[in-house]
């Protein structure tokens, strides 16, 4: 039996409001124990650059037409820590030790669950045996490693350098996309999979985030693609734990 993450160790057994932040859209939707969306999601763009506050009441209008879960769990783009953010490298503004998932508790009224989005990303993908990696292509690229299912510690590998002085952000994120080109691209991130597969010997590399989709060369049997969507997904499990075996990674 996978083991849990220690957020994952208490089982709610119920819906859960997720919320998955990213740099350039916040998406939201009610999801199910079993990992079934209630409803329609919903998204709107990321207030970049205004601050913990303007993106706390985007949040909080966001969900306003959603069925009430009673709990809720967020994927944020940056380090975490004793649910406090320490930074926000895609985001812009001011984010010194902020208590995200305080703020959005108090305006909720439900309690709060925070991991990195890759994080989020993973669980929402994983099968909970082995060494296994997430990886979200997006703004930014970020990055996260899972032991029998248990989240292993945060690496902002995404402002790590990864080709002359230009870090994984910078070398696969969306702004290398514009510039480079599609083909290029592909390049790129085949030679982030071979890093990666390098420095971490991972059993399964899970490719997810709002670019890729536009991942187009054939990839290794021990690297999967998943679907956007697995963002919001992957949030109920940091109430509900861990189930005997994970979802199948869908083809993005």
Known sequence: MPRRSPAARVS????VLCIDIGGSHVKAAVVAPDGTVR???VKVETPV???????????????EPLERAPHVAIGFPGALRDDLVLTAP???GVWQRVPLPKLLSER???PVRMANDA?????????GKGLECAITLGTGMGFAVFRDGEPGVQFELGRHTAHKNKTYDEYVGDK???KKGRQRWNRRVQKVIDKLRALVNFDVLYIGGGNARLVDFPLPADVHLVSNETGILGGVRL???????GPKAEQA
Do not use: M
Request: charged fraction near 15%; hydrophobic fraction near 45%; proline fraction near 4%.
């Open 108 to 110: 909720l009224g439900r």
């Open 239 to 245: 109430w509900n734990g861990f189930p005997e075996s």
């Open 90 to 92: 895609n985001l812009g």
């Open 39 to 41: 409803g329609e999601s």
């Open 49 to 63: 650059g205004e601050g913990p506050a303007a993106l706390v009441e985007a949040i909080v209008k966001l969900v």
């Open 12 to 15: 709610t057994a119920s819906s």
């Open 119 to 127: 994080a989020v990303q993973g669980l929402g993908a994983i099968s």
């Open 176 to 178: 290398a996309l514009g």
